[in-house]
């Protein structure tokens, strides 16, 4: 294999693991300069305990990266296994807010009672703030910065009051469990920068295998934009029509929809019925 192409195969498997340059960086002890060269494919031959460190810190098998064939009973060999529904869906997308986890709404109430304004106000500050926050264009202390100062507050820290109220979604541990025993599995969500590391950190957001991990804070897209929707496909890679998209929010399904994938709309005031209608979709 040519350093070009093992340059996008390790980029990809950074992608896929939601992770910057820098962030991988850290977690497989190399240099930022080092990386970029390796992934624009501009250092020849770069070492396997290199590729060896990437494929850990991606969670990617290193047969995989380097292209060696892989023997029955090795980690990777199990993806053949993976299950294709009726509907031809091999790939399975999940949303957080309102799917994986619910009720970071309370957190809204909370910061009302804080600063005596009213919980419409809280709301419509957050949203004004958020979508620059949410593709990374802007910091989290500028996001949380911003609002305190509308607030009239002399400080304001959102993650805080967003993880004492957030809790996993009921029932949602098992669901994903066996999606992700029996297909490819991703995270597709628009999200503040580091929210979806640290609820997978603390089991907030069941810590499984997952493929790809498109954060909206780490590709600067949100959805709707079918342009999140195209890389979400590409870091998949499957074709549109085997990707199945779970999320709570009805103008998501459609821009799915419009790119070709599958849909299941959460409800995350019933929980148990829309983890019923997910495994309807999923039968195989």
């Known amino acids: 294999m040519d350093e070009r192409t093992l340059g996008k195969k390790l980029q990809l498997a950074r992608k896929r ?32 305990f290199t590729v060896s460190a990437i494929a850990h810190a991606t969670n990617t098998p ?9 023997t029955p009973g090795t980690p990777s060999a199990g993806q053949n296994s993976k ?25 809204f109430t909370q910061i009302s009672q804080v600063s005596g304004q009213p919980t419409d106000v809280i709301e419509t500050l957050f949203w004004r703030y958020h979508d620059s926050s949410a593709t990374g264009h802007s910091s989290l202390e500028e996001f949380n910065g911003l609002i305190a100062k509308d607030l009239g507050m002399d400080s304001l820290d959102w993650r805080k009051y967003y993880m004492d109220n957030v809790e996993s979604m009921p029932d949602i541990k098992g669901l994903i469990d066996w999606v992700a025993e029996n297909y490819e599995i991703g995270i597709l969500s628009n999200n503040l920068p580091g929210f979806i590391d640290e609820m997978r950190s603390k089991s907030i957001i069941p810590d499984v295998d997952y493929k790809a991990i498109v954060d909206s804070s780490k590709v600067g897209l949100l959805k709707p934009d079918p ?5 979400a496909q590409q870091l998949a890679g499957v074709e549109p029509s085997q990707i199945l998209l779970v999320d709570d929010n009805r103008p998501n399904l459609i821009a799915a929809d419009r790119a070709g994938w599958h849909g299941v709309w959460f409800d995350e ?16």
Do not use: M, W
Request: glycine content about 6%; charged content about 25%; hydrophobic content about 35%.
């Open 83 to 107: 299950k294709r529904s009726k509907s031809g869906v091999t790939f399975v997308y999940f949303d957080v807010n309102g799917t994986l986890v619910r009720f970071f709404h309370k957190a």
């Open 62 to 70: 290193l047969e995989s990266l380097l292209d060696i064939p892989q």
């Open 269 to 284: 005031i019933q929980p148990t019925e829309s983890i019923e209608r997910v495994k309807k979709a999923l039968e195989f």
């Open 17 to 48: 693991a939601g992770l910057t340059q820098q962030e991988l960086c850290q977690k497989a002890g190399l240099s930022y300069s080092t990386l970029a060269k390796i992934e624009r494919g501009a250092i020849r031959s770069p070492s396997v």
């Open 227 to 231: 342009k999140i929707y195209e890389t």
